[in-house]
């Protein structure tokens, strides 16, 4: 079985060595050091925790900012089309409109929900972890801003990005304040967030990984 993986010490993914360099440094013809970065730390010239969290910082300040601005068209549109729309003025119709744009049961995709508010009873969790992995979430509505209200007591997360370093790939690793908050959540996995039902899998440490991640978003 090839064991040639390391992990990255900037940002802590783990990256595969190939075999010729691995049986090299194994044989001492050419000793692989503890900097070997991977591919994507290379190419975007970080050599340091503190460079990546940095890089994390300004990406993710950059993609926040690009959704606000994405809803501020929305808004700006939505009000624009409303005005120029004759129905607009029946005060009864744009009365029942706005109410039920405002109703969480009449919108559901619309609203971050907690997938812990119909919970009663916690989920099995006989080895207490408080690790998870969230996934099939809506990545173009799910944020690590409004992720607290969807996973209450959460502590940090681990977020996961596309090729381009800004798009979120709909999965993330978050680390539970406590095992029963980790077994609430577990519990509510299933509940429709933005319109998708929400997966949950206790993740247990492995040893190799470094946790909490140089890149985790803390609350």
């Known amino acids: 079985r090839f064991r040639g993986k ?61 959704l606000k601005a994405k809803e501020r068209s929305k808004k700006k549109n939505g009000k624009a089309r409303e ?20 109703n969480p049961q009449s919108n559901p995709n619309n609203v971050a929900v907690s997938v812990t508010a119909n919970v009663t009873t916690p989920a099995p969790n006989p080895t207490n972890e408080t690790r998870l992995w969230i996934g099939n979430l809506n990545n173009k509505k799910v944020t690590p801003s409004n992720l607290p209200t969807i996973l209450p007591n959460v502590k940090f997360v681990q977020w996961t990005y596309g090729p381009d370093g800004v798009s979120f790939k709909g999965f993330c690793f978050v680390e539970m304040k406590t095992s029963e908050d980790a077994a609430r959540v577990k519990a509510g996995e299933g509940t429709k967030v933005f319109g998708r039902e929400v997966k949950v899998n206790y993740q247990k440490r492995d040893g190799k990984s470094s946790w909490p991640p140089p890149n985790a978003i803390y609350y």
Do not use: F
């Not at 290379?42 to 460079?51: A, C, I, L, N, P």
């Open 83 to 102: 005005d120029s729309d004759p129905a607009a003025e029946n005060a009864t119709t744009t009365s029942s409109s706005s109410s039920n744009n405002n």
């Open 6 to 66: 390391r992990r990255c010490p900037t940002c802590g993914v783990p990256s595969l060595i190939c075999k010729d360099c691995n049986d090299r440094d194994e044989r001492g013809e050419r000793k692989l050091g503890k900097d070997v970065r991977c591919k994507l730390c290379v190419e975007e010239g970080v050599h340091s925790k503190q460079e990546w969290k940095r890089r994390e910082e300004e990406l993710m300040g950059g993609y926040e900012e690009k």
